[in-house]
């Protein structure tokens, strides 16, 4: 089981970034998919999550109305597009599997650090 992330990087407040994630090893299509991370220091939280069909998307709190979940079945990729970022949402992001953490599979993670 492989779980690829990309996207991460360095964005200022209220910018954007594009987070995807490659999936192989594993029926993609059966498994709903999250997005988690991990601030430095602090504990694992669950972010946003998608169901097997892509028709239901959930999200945490603090990101509802910024951030958006997507997949592509035919591609095994799962997205995570966040707009008006803020320095909070510094973290290690996780693409992992399931609808809730811990997961079965996750990723090694990728970067988003949110400063001016």
């Known amino acids: 089981v492989q779980l690829v992330e990309s996207g991460g990087g360095l964005a200022q407040p209220g910018g954007s970034l594009r987070l995807s994630c490659a999936a192989s090893?594993?029926?993609?299509?059966?498994?709903?998919m999250s997005w988690a991370r991990q601030p430095l220091g602090k504990g694992l939280e669950w972010v946003s999550g998608i169901t097997t069909d892509g028709r239901t998307t959930l999200y945490t709190d603090s990101v509802k109305g910024r951030f958006t979940i997507s997949r592509d079945n035919a591609k095994n990729t799962v997205y995570l597009q966040m707009n008006n970022l803020k320095p909070e949402d510094t973290a290690l992001y996780y693409c992992?599997?399931?609808?809730?953490?811990?997961?079965?599979?996750w990723g090694q993670g990728t970067q988003v650090t949110v400063s001016s």
């Open positions: 090893g594993f029926t993609f299509s059966a498994y709903g």
């Open positions: 992992v599997s399931g609808l809730q953490i811990p997961p079965e599979y």
